[in-house]
Structures are given as C-alpha cells and as structure tokens.
C-alpha cells in the first residue's frame, strides 16, 4: 500500500533522510520509532507531498507519487487522514459541526446524509451526549477522541498519527492507543504511527521501522524486535521488557500463593 | 490552598511539604490541576484560599522586597520551554542574568558556559533555540533555569515529546543538577517511567485533590485501585 524506495532528502547541505526503504502492506499497522530529530516527521511530510524527496520513489496505492504536481497530489492527500499531536480542533464550532466540517468542505456525502456518518465517527470512537458543546467544554481527552472521529469520517484509506499520545496521562495514552487499533481495523486503514510510545509500539503493531540519523537502522515485528542485537533498539525497549518481565513474574507469584 | 476560577472549583484542599534537598513528582490525568499546583508553588499565580510559606515564610504576605528574594531562590523549566526565538542559545542563558545580576560581561560569559557545558551543548552556544533539536531546546531550557543557581526548580514536564533515550538522559540531568547543589525540585510528567527515576516521594491530582503514593516502590503496588489505574494506565477501573 505505501512503500518507500531509497528516499532521500536534504536542506542545503545537510542530508536528513539518507536512503529510506521499508513497504508497509495494506491493512497493517506501521510505527515509527527513533530519536528525537531524526527525521521522522521529515518522512510523513514528504508522503502527504508537504515536502518533496530529492531521491528516490514513494508508491502509494500501486502509483508514484514522489513526482505528481500539486493539483494530481490533491487525490493523495484525500485517500490520506492525518491526525495531529494537538487535537486541533476549531473552537467556534460544535463537535458535531467538526466532524461534519470535512464531509462538507471536501463534498464526501450529501447534506442529508451527514448526520447518519457524523453519528457513525462519534460512535466509533467512544463518544456519546456531547454533540452540542463546544471543544473548550469537554476534556481533553475527549477532545483527542473528536480529533480522530473527524478524520476517519472522511474514510481515508490511510491513516497518519504524529505522535498520538505525546504528552497524555496513562489511562488516556492506552485509551487512545485501542482506539488506533479498533479503528485500523474497523475501517481496514492502512496506519502510519510516529511514536515514542514503546509500549503501544510492542503491543498493536504489525510492524516496526527504527529510524536513527536518516537511515532505517532496524525493521520487523515487535516480536523481531525484542530480539534485536541492534544497540539503539535494546536501548529503546530496555525498560519495556524489563516491565513485562516484571508482570509475568508477579502474575507466576499470584498463581503460585 | 484551593483554586477557584469562577465557580468551578479547580484544586480543592491541597496539602503539600516538602522538605529541602527532596525531589517530588506531581503526575495525574490532564486537566487536573498539575501546571496550576507548581504555579502557585512557584508563586506566579495567587490561591484562592490559602497559602504558601517558603522557607518558613508566608509568600503572599512578606514585603515585596523579600517576595523578590525569595523568587530569586526559585527557577522554573516551563512545559514548551519558552525561549527567546530571536536571541541566540548563549544569549537566552545570559537574559535573566543581565536581568537580575549585576555582572559583568566577562562573568556572565563564563557562567554561560559553565551551563551550555554541564547540559552538554557547549558546541551550540552560538546558535539559535530553532536551529537545535527538541531535546537540546530542553536542556537549553534547563541550564537557563540554572544558571541563577536557584535552590528550589519546577520542571514543568520536562521530557515531554522526547524518545524513550533523550528523556532518560534529561532526568539523569536533572537529578545529577540536584544532588550537586542539594536544590529542591517540584516536577510533573506523565510518564510513569520517568516519575519513577526522578521522584523521592509521588503525588497524584485527582479530583482536585493531592494524594501522596510514596515512594516510586510504593507507588507501583500501592492499595489505593485509583492509583494502581492510573500508574499502569489501565482501561478498566474506578477511574473510567
């Protein structure tokens, strides 16, 4: 479904992405993990054509894209959802009027019908009672909540996250971290997480790629991953492993009293 | 102290000691009161109803002079970290020190590079904040809290944003910073992880209430179900 062939970008002199390979099939779950300024965020602009690589290919949906002008990548862009770190959402309108904000700007559905697929977002992410009030009226993880409902309203074949559970409390990281998965699967998205979350990454994802200084470094299943002799890898599911090995130890002392 | 914006009742009955030399972490759901604790703390916004003593003082009621005294004592590494974008790194450091000390140029040159050095960025002194990574911007932050040698900080989520690696490194900082000076320090995260490493004592904000959960041990096995939720990050529980 998206696949990266030796991508290359720069600004000025320095090279940022060195030569990035890695396909993603469709229906998967994709995170990417890797160091802060490492170029994470630099791969999804160049997918969603907010930057244009200087080598290499791009295939989303069996075409190649790296090269399309700007009025051929507007088709891109819709088949692509792209949910932000900040729910983002616009203050001077009802969670209802959000949802349905893109249905309408882009023409999805007729007028008549757009309550029905509004109804069908909220539902699908949990969120009941609160169509009538205001962003600045419900909590923020609610508000996180609406942000995913408006875009998969609009049925993007795929999904971008840019670091979903930046900055939230346990309890909402794992409820939104669910919701990624329920709504993969529910709406079969192929999904792009970029995350520094290594819990969630172990847990819902099909597949793994680790970025370090503009080269992917690593790649597989977690699974794969929690084998890999690669440095920067143990280092970064070091603390992880040690809780798992943690609660399976405790779960054997329960079992055993 | 309580906190009341209008009549929404935001902190309700908040009881907090800290001892010098102790490092505390304030963790709890977003929205619950954490920024508005360490605000008031650090005395940058008033109560509702009652107060705060520093150092055995009530702040609110000290003369203005001593008010400022005491706040010189304090340093606060803010949640985006607030930096000048149009001064360059070295020249953020040295800000708040033209501001409140009387040093000469030499003198603050050399402070500034005793901090850029301790947060380990020396090579970016000459840069700006936007021409440095997340996690440098951080540490620049940290070292100009710092560099006014204050004996009590607030770290206002500090790693937030950061992978899994830089965050460890900016809490080892952090604590390395503290047992050097044997300063106090308030700081919240929501990263279990994180709290873990840093805290002598852990405090979660719920319901407008503080509830103290000990040590990091403690709190992992504590017997409160509302915290064992929260700290494991559980979908199921009294919290939902």
């Given amino acids: 479904m998206i696949e990266f062939k030796n991508l290359v970008k720069r600004f000025g002199t320095r090279t940022i992405l060195k030569g990035i390979s890695f396909k993603i099939e469709e229906g998967q779950i994709a995170f990417i993990l890797g160091t802060s300024g490492t170029g994470k965020s630099v791969l999804l602009k160049n997918l969603v054509g907010l930057l244009r690589p200087d080598e290499g290919e791009i295939w989303v949906d069996g075409r190649e894209i790296s090269k399309l002008s700007e009025q051929e990548y507007l088709e891109v862009r819709k088949i692509c959802g792209m949910v932000f770190q ?56 609610m508000q996180k909540r609406v942000s995913l409902a408006r875009t998969v309203a609009l049925r993007p074949k795929i999904l971008l996250f840019d670091e979903p559970t930046t900055g939230l409390d346990p309890i909402t990281t794992t409820a ?13 998205t192929t999904s792009l997480v970029v995350s520094h979350d290594m819990k969630c990454a172990l847990d819902i ?32 599911l070091e603390e992880v492993l040690a809780q798992e090995a943690q609660s399976a130890l405790e779960e054997a002392k329960g079992r055993r009293s | 102290m309580e906190l009341a914006f209008g009549s929404e009742n935001i902190l309700r009955g908040i009881d907090l000691s800290i001892r010098k030399g102790e490092r505390i972490v304030l963790v709890g759901p977003s929205g619950a009161g954490k920024s508005l604790i360490l605000k008031i703390l650090a005395g940058l916004i008033l109560p509702t109803r009652g107060k705060v003593f ?106 937030a944003g950061l992978d ?29 992880n994180r709290a873990y490493q840093l805290a002598h004592r852990i405090f979660i904000v719920l319901d407008g209430q503080l509830v103290e959960t000990g040590s990091p041990q403690q709190t992992k096995v504590h017997k409160d179900p509302r915290v064992l939720q929260f700290v494991r990050g559980l979908s199921q529980g009294p919290l939902s």
């Fill in chain 2, 164 to 192: 899994p690696i830089t965050s460890r490194k900016i809490i080892d900082l952090i604590i390395e910073l503290q047992e050097k000076k044997q300063s106090t320090v308030v700081a919240i995260t929501n990263d279990m």
């Fill in chain 1, 205 to 236: 994802a099909d597949q793994i790629i680790v970025l370090d200084q503009g080269n992917v470094v690593d790649l597989g299943t977690p699974e794969q991953l929690k084998k890999s002799q690669v440095p920067l890898v143990k280092d970064f």
């Fill in chain 1, 86 to 141: 900040q729910p983002a959402l616009f203050d001077s309108l009802s969670v209802f009027e959000n949802v349905a904000f893109g249905l309408r700007k882009h023409r999805i559905v007729e007028e008549a019908l757009i309550p029905q697929r509004v109804q069908e977002a909220l539902d699908a992410v949990h969120v009941k009672g609160v169509e009538q009030k205001f962003p600045q009226q419900i909590s923020y993880g």
């Fill in chain 2, 54 to 159: 520093v150092e055995g003082e009530n702040f609110h009621q000290v003369p203005s002079v001593r008010q400022q005294q005491l706040r010189l004592k304090m340093g606060m590494l803010f949640q985006k970290n607030a930096l000048f974008d149009s001064l360059s790194n070295a020249e953020n450091i040295a800000f708040p020190l033209r501001e409140v000390r009387a040093l000469g140029e030499a003198e603050i040159d050399s402070i500034v590079n005793r901090f850029l050095e301790a947060v380990g960025i020396p090579h970016a002194k000459l840069l700006f904040p936007d021409e440095i990574s997340g996690g440098m911007q951080k540490r620049l932050g940290i070292a100009r809290a710092m560099a006014l040698d204050p004996e009590i900080v607030f770290y206002d989520d500090p790693t």
């Fill in chain 1, 176 to 188: 939104i971290n669910e919701l990624i998965q329920e709504l993969s699967r529910q709406y079969k």
